[in-house]
């Protein structure tokens, strides 16, 4: 217990995935500009992120680590991932069309996210089990969401500011993280 | 342009597939194989230009080793990727190209992390988790869906030789302001190549940590619209 409770606050806060990784950032720079996408996007990454760890986790340990063919995790992972996107953006369609429509264009951009892609590398990196990948992919979640939702509200204030010409949109955007990234090295240590 | 000729001719046998199209207009193609080629450098640069596969670039460019490490492997995978994709175009049904590309792509970067893994292990453990993470890094398969699966077998060569000095350059820039200024002493492959007086014993450790990475590219970006090297938005 102690050992999960380690890794989801690691993974929250100490090792995030967008401010000390630097992994998701075409969506953290992407999709941040409004609180509410941004808030989708969070959800969304996190959803898909819980169900490749638990699929991924499920074939590395039973199927992958057995067969002594764990070499192959890089192919076998991003067909897995791709494949569950596609699953889950079709089940969504079916099932909640208002959710559909409010996470629906950011599913197909999560397939190339590096972020589900590394969360799943780590697992079975770590040779984490199946409970440990689920923690470990919650607290990603977690982590990306809570980055990129203090970063929308920042940057929807950050439009109103009259910076300069050259730094406008991206570069002050960048400013803006590693600021951020600074507050978030405070953490270091605390595990 | 003579000379340029003669050393695309020279890689031509490496190009199977399209040659008889070839032939008929070579002088045509050997230009454009250096149009190409050069493209990736300047004009399309992937990382200040076109902005993709930015995870890398902050993540590894603390240290040249790595961006030079990270560069190679970028090529690598590019080459493979592109001439492989580009040469199955015809067979490629349209509906199923973005899982075959997915399939040639992962397949290079396993052959890249194992020979990587077996011939140069210091630069594998510091490259980590990045070096399998190629194979989501957006230029990869960009330039498959906008160049290879559309070009000749040689024009994608080059698109991927283009691309990936533009990438390879991009990072080694990148890493050298944070090398410098983040340790006050220049490293290569293990050997040190000079150390600065002041800079040495009481280094801006802030450069090669995650917030520096952040704050150098932002600033070059800045630099980069000021200059009008990048457009604005």
């Known amino acids: 217990m102690n050992n999960l409770l380690t890794i989801f606050i690691a993974m929250v806060i100490i090792n995030n995935m967008v401010l000390a990784k630097f992994l998701g950032l075409c969506s953290f720079f992407g999709v941040s500009k409004k609180l509410s996408d941004a808030f989708s996007m969070g959800i969304a990454v996190t959803l898909v992120m819980l169900i490749a760890s638990v699929s991924t986790s499920v074939i590395y340990n039973y199927i992958l680590v057995p067969y002594k063919v764990e070499f192959m995790n890089i192919v076998i992972f991003i067909l897995v991932i791709a494949s569950l996107v596609q699953i889950v953006e079709i089940v969504i369609k079916r099932t909640n069309i208002i959710l559909y429509n409010a996470m629906g264009i950011y599913l197909p951009l999560i397939t190339t996210n590096c972020i589900v892609m590394a969360i799943v590398l780590i697992n079975s990196a770590e040779n984490y089990s199946v409970l440990e990948s689920i923690v470990n992919a919650l607290g990603a979640g977690v982590g990306y969401t809570l980055v990129i939702i203090i970063m929308s509200g920042i940057r929807e204030k950050l439009d109103l500011a009259d910076s300069p010409k050259s730094m406008r949109g991206l570069p002050v955007a960048f400013l803006t993280a590693a600021l951020l990234a600074l507050a978030f090295v405070g953490f270091n240590g605390m595990v | ?233």
């Not at chain 2, 149009?35 to 076109?50: A, C, Q, R, W």
């Not at chain 2, 973005?98 to 453990?125: D, R």
């Not at chain 2, 399998?132 to 330039?143: D, E, F, H, Q, S």
């Open chain 2, 1 to 233: 342009m003579n000379d340029h000729k003669d050393r695309s001719n020279s890689k031509q046998p490496q190009s199977c597939h399209p040659q008889k199209q070839h032939v008929k207009d070579n002088k045509k193609s050997g230009s454009r194989f250096w149009k190409e080629l050069v493209k990736g450098i300047i004009v399309s640069n992937p990382v200040f230009i076109l902005i993709l596969g930015l995870c890398p670039v902050l993540a590894i460019t603390n240290s040249i080793t790595n961006a030079l490490g990270m560069g190679a492997g970028v090529i690598f995978v590019l080459l493979c990727s592109n001439i492989l994709i580009s040469s199955i175009r015809k067979a490629t049904p349209l509906i199923v190209r973005i899982p075959v590309f997915i399939v040639v792509i992962a397949t290079s970067v396993t052959i890249l992390s194992l020979v990587f893994e077996a011939y140069i292990p210091p630069l594998y453990k510091s490259l980590g988790i990045y070096l399998p993470l190629v194979v989501v890094n957006c230029i990869i398969l960009g330039r498959a869906e906008a160049f290879a699966s559309k070009n000749s077998v040689l024009l994608s060569t080059a698109d991927a030789v283009g691309i990936g000095i533009g990438f390879t350059i991009a990072l080694v820039i990148i890493s050298l302001i944070r090398e410098i200024i983040g340790t006050g002493s220049l490293e290569i492959f293990g050997r040190q190549l000079f150390k600065l007086p002041g800079l040495s014993t009481h280094p801006l450790i802030f450069f090669i940590s995650p917030p520096g990475a952040f704050l150098v590219i932002g600033i070059m970006m800045a630099l980069l619209r000021l200059l009008g090297v990048m457009k604005y938005e």
